[in-house]
């Protein structure tokens, strides 16, 4: 039996950028140094969307501590 995936759960690179508001490309440049975790699929790469959103969130941190 195949497992379900809620796929409401998982970003493609190009998604995730777009809640961090930055490239695809440096989307996978972070999951190649650890920063973001993904797993590969065939249809390609997904990241957890609670990491994404988590990663996120630490970013508006620092820009508001910096501003």
Not at 6 to 20: G, I, K, M
Not at 31 to 57: H, K, N, Q, Y
């Amino acid at each position: 039996m195949r497992e379900l995936i809620d796929h409401n759960s998982w970003l493609t690179p190009t998604q995730a950028a777009r809640v961090l508001q930055i490239s695809a490309e440096r989307v996978r440049q972070l999951v190649r140094a650890g920063r973001l975790r993904a797993v590969l699929t065939p249809l390609g790469r997904l990241l957890p969307r609670a990491e994404v959103e988590a990663e996120a969130e630490r970013r508006r941190r620092r820009a508001a501590e910096g501003a």
